[in-house]
C-alpha cells in the first residue's frame, strides 16, 4: 500500500523559502521517478518537478524555474522540494506522487505565501 506523507509547508512571507519532504512507504521506491504536484483553490492540481528514480534527471515547471529544486534521498525514501523566492502565487497544497504514473495520493502539506 503506497504511503506518502508530505511535511515542510507553513506560512511564509514573499521572498521567503521553505523546504518540504516526504516520506515515502509502501512501494519500491528506488525504482520510481517521484515528483511534487501542486493545486491551488479553484485550479486543477499542477505539476511542479519531477525525479528520476535516480536522481540524475529532473525537471521543473517553467513557473518555478529558478526557484524551485528537487531532489531525493533513496536511503532514506524522501523527496524534498527545495523552495526560494516564493511568491503570493505559489499558496497552493503541495504533494508529492508517483511520477510518471500517480499513486494515491498523501494529505498535502499546505503553503502559504503572505505578508
Known amino acids: 500500500q503506497v504511503q506518502l506523507v508530505e511535511s515542510g509547508g507553513g506560512l511564509v512571507q514573499p521572498g521567503g523559502s521553505l523546504r518540504l519532504s516526504c516520506a515515502a512507504n509502501g512501494f519500491r521506491f528506488l525504482i520510481e521517478g517521484m515528483a511534487w504536484y501542486r493545486q491551488a483553490p479553484g485550479k486543477e492540481r499542477e505539476l511542479v518537478a519531477h525525479?528520476?528514480?535516480?536522481?540524475?534527471?529532473?525537471n521543473v515547471a517553467d513557473s518555478v524555474k529558478g526557484r524551485f529544486d528537487i531532489s531525493r534521498e533513496n536511503a532514506k525514501r524522501t523527496v524534498v522540494l527545495q523552495m526560494a523566492t516564493l511568491k503570493p502565487e505559489d499558496t497552493a497544497m503541495y504533494y508529492c506522487?508517483?511520477?510518471?504514473?500517480?499513486?494515491?495520493w498523501g494529505q498535502g502539506t499546505q503553503v502559504t505565501v503572505s505578508s
Open positions: 506522487n508517483t511520477w510518471p504514473r500517480a499513486s494515491s
Open positions: 525525479i528520476s528514480y535516480d536522481g540524475l534527471i529532473t
